[in-house]
């Protein structure tokens, strides 16, 4: 157990070490069993979280919200719409400013080819730590939440295989940061990781590159396939969700075209059934139901997708616990 962690940011999986990894989840089933037995864990006391949006949210922000609040704190929902940044103040004047007021800052920006840079921006002007609630490159507390659940129900991630497909959706272009930050954390867990998705959308080559050398190193494996029934077979883990192909072309309306080549990837009762028995079918969630997951499957027996919406909470009390400190 690591216990040095006071004022790092959170800003991807990658530049925390497995051990320190090992720690978040080691505290965040701790403050779980907390919760569960009503037992007060106000750690951080008179702490302020800064909680910035630039994307709607549904589970982020009631998660960090009412995780700061269990820890003692106070978050502060700020919508970027609210602020001056659209009239000049940059990500340096966040970073300078808001962490003067506040113990952490955590932000969300989607933005492809922005989100990223700027969370790094702000982490630079600040003298306390930066979350990253999600940018166009990662979604480390979404991650995190994953790992969790998976150890919570298969125990040892070790040489189990996980899928983490694509799935049609026509709701939007959706950002590349959750299969990119699962393909991260789950190789360095020695997972057997299956990527799987049409031609059009891959990932990031430099992530695809980073997740080969993390399993080389943790002794799982990492496949690239472009077919879900293959990448279902077997699978003791399902993870298929939408994303976009930004990497192929950021044109929404010929993404949108694209995709239309794709709407029979859909997780459905026939390809859970191509799984293992117990295979367990996960989504970080908002799913377009019947489009992307069928209504019998996202609310099958296999689906953990509440489970894995809880362990947002947890996983971001236990980071904000050993950061904010
Ligand atoms: N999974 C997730 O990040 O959900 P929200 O977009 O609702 O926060």
Known sequence: MQTHLRGRDMITTQEWTKDEIDTVMEVAMHLKLQRAMGVPHASLRDKALAMLFFFSSTRTRSSFEAGIAQLGGHGAFIDSDTTQISHGDTAKEIGE???????????????WGIGNQYIREV???SRVPVLNMQCDVYHPFQILADLMTIIEKKGDPRGKTIAVSYAYAKSYQK???????????????????????????????????????NARYAGGSFEIMHDMDEGFKGADVVYPKSWGCWVTTEDQ????EIGKKYTDWIADERRMSLAQRDAIYM????????????DGVIDGPQSVVYDEAENRLHVQKAVMALTMA
């Open 97 to 111: 400013i808001y962490g003067r007021y506040y113990d952490g800052i955590a932000i969300r920006q989607c933005d």
């Open 123 to 125: 982490a630079a002007a």
């Open 175 to 213: 950002p590349l940061s959750v299969p990119q930050s699962l393909i991260l954390l789950m190789t360095r867990y020695g997972m057997n990781v299956r990527l799987v998705h049409p031609p059009e959308f891959k990932l990031m080559p430099d992530i695809v590159q980073q997740a080969a050398d």
């Open 253 to 256: 309306a010929e993404s949108v």
């Open 283 to 294: 989504h970080c969630l908002p799913a377009d139901r019947n489009i992307e997951v069928t």
